[in-house]
């Protein structure tokens, strides 16, 4: 079975650091383009980030630039969300994808992530 | 970036009713086009890509069209399983971009 499974979210304080990981399975990581997409309480969805299949290529929304970092372990089957100087409206479900040209047609349950004092 | 305006925002509706969502790219995308429907605490599914084709184990009654800035998704005939809210994204360029989706109530 083709799966997603985040884990690493929970409640910060505002400034602070949480690492999200994403482990695939059922399928043959490497050769896909991965994605985190969030979604802030009672809000719509935003895409946060991708990474190509080998990493060599990231790109990231604005409104996380320099903070947050995309990586990912193709020996591990995962992807990984480090996320640095957290602010309130980084609160929000936070999805990983599998990404294909034409749409992101896996995603996982996602993981919650709180920042809050 | 490329801003999707999706519209209505909210839609109520019967069981059978045709339902027609909107969504509007502030620039030509061609057809880089996908179309997710979401149900409340689950995560979006993928419903149609590339604008207008089904993907694998969709009804039917789902149908997209549309390319360069104007998409439509279609149910022909609501069922009870397709209350929801739906979402545009574009995957024309980056960053890539959702509509602020559409939610579909019963009347």
């Known amino acids: 079975e083709v799966q997603l499974v985040e884990s690493g979210g929970g409640l910060v304080q505002p400034g602070g650091s949480l690492r999200l990981s994403c482990a695939a399975s059922g399928f043959t990581f490497k050769d896909y383009w991965m994605s985190w997409v969030r979604q802030a309480p009672g809000q719509g969805l935003e895409w946060v980030a991708n990474?190509?299949?080998?990493?060599?290529?990231?790109y990231y929304v604005d409104s996380v630039k320099g903070r947050f970092t995309i990586s990912r372990d193709n020996a591990k089957n995962s992807v990984y969300l480090q996320m640095n100087s957290l602010r309130a409206e980084d609160t929000a479900v936070y999805y990983c994808?599998?990404?294909?040209?034409?749409?992101?047609?896996?995603w996982g349950q996602g993981t919650t992530v709180t920042v809050s004092s | 970036d490329i801003q999707l305006t999706q519209s209505p925002s909210f839609l109520s509706a019967s069981v059978g009713d045709r339902v027609t969502i909107t969504c509007r790219a502030s620039?030509?995308?061609?057809?880089?086009l996908a179309w997710y429907q979401q149900k409340p605490g689950k995560a979006p599914k993928l419903l149609i890509y590339a604008a207008s084709t089904l993907q694998s184990g969709v009804p039917s009654r789902f149908s997209g069209s549309g390319s360069g800035t104007e998409f439509t998704l279609t149910i022909s005939s609501l069922q009870p399983e397709d209350f929801a809210t739906y979402y545009c994204q574009q995957l024309n360029s980056f960053p890539l971009t959702f509509g602020g989706g559409t939610k579909v109530e019963i009347k």
């Open positions: 620039q030509g995308i061609s057809g880089s």
């Open positions: 994808a599998r990404v294909q040209s034409y749409g992101l047609d896996v």
């Open positions: 990474i190509k299949r080998d990493g060599s290529e990231k």
